[in-house]
């Protein structure tokens, strides 16, 4: 498959460790965040998303947290798998009533056995 | 159930051409959206439309248009191509106007010679 993100930087875990995937968000007036998941060759997947009136959100095996302070969003995976193995990209609504995503550059996660 | 499906998968075109990418939405979804993507960089924002009707632009040129067809699945056009279009353009589909979750297709790919 083509590869995504070839001069991303690289997030290097361990099987079973957990990671943890930050990203800085530009705009303010953002009120919804969201974090997708890109394996090669495929379109991006929803994972997750939250709410500027939540600063922590769970889901299966991850957590979304948000600082709105320092405009700062993270994406924790538990007890990372090699399935895990993508390009993670954050992504920003700014609102207006309709779904445009400001998507961020991502970062690659690569899981080592 | 069928995902978004997306036509071409790829494709190579010359400079001064026209092409037209076609996007399947998922069945029951009336908003589709276009993103382009370069490799190396997270999505960028092209189009949405909601029930037929342009709801969202992104800062592309005049150059590329888009519709939404009764059945609500869409084109995107791009006119005048140049070597900078190459890229991976991506539809998207969600059920309301504005949430952050989106059901992406695999692309299509597109290289300008």
């Known amino acids: 498959g083509e590869s995504v993100g070839l001069h991303l930087p690289t997030l290097s875990v361990q099987e079973g460790d957990n990671s943890i995937i930050n990203c800085a968000y530009s705009?303010?007036?953002?009120?919804?965040f969201i974090w997708y998941k890109q394996e090669s060759g495929k379109g991006p997947q929803f994972i997750i998303d939250i709410r500027s009136n939540m600063d922590k959100r769970q889901g299966q095996r991850v957590t979304v947290l948000l600082n709105k302070t320092v405009k700062h969003l993270s994406l924790q995976i538990a007890a990372t798998q090699p399935g895990d193995s993508a390009v993670y990209f954050c992504a920003e609504n700014p609102g207006g009533g309709y779904n445009k995503l400001i998507f961020g550059a991502g970062t690659r996660l690569a899981v080592h056995p | 159930d069928a995902g978004v499906t997306q036509s071409p998968t790829h494709l190579i075109k010359t400079r001064g051409q026209h092409v037209t990418l076609r996007c399947s939405p998922i069945?029951?979804?009336?908003?589709v959206s276009w993103y382009q993507q370069v490799l190396g960089q997270g999505p960028q924002f092209i189009f949405q439309y909601y029930e037929k009707e342009e709801r969202g632009r992104g800062n592309f040129p005049d150059r590329f248009s888009a519709r939404q067809f009764p059945n609500y699945s869409s084109e995107l056009n791009v006119n005048a191509l140049l070597l900078g279009d190459s890229a991976l353009y991506l539809c998207?589909?969600?059920?309301?106007?504005?949430?952050?979750?989106?059901?992406f297709g695999e692309g299509s790919r597109l290289t300008v010679l």
């Open positions: 998207a589909s969600s059920l309301g106007r504005d949430t952050g979750e989106l059901f």
């Open positions: 069945s029951g979804h009336k908003s």
């Open positions: 705009n303010s007036a953002s009120d919804y």
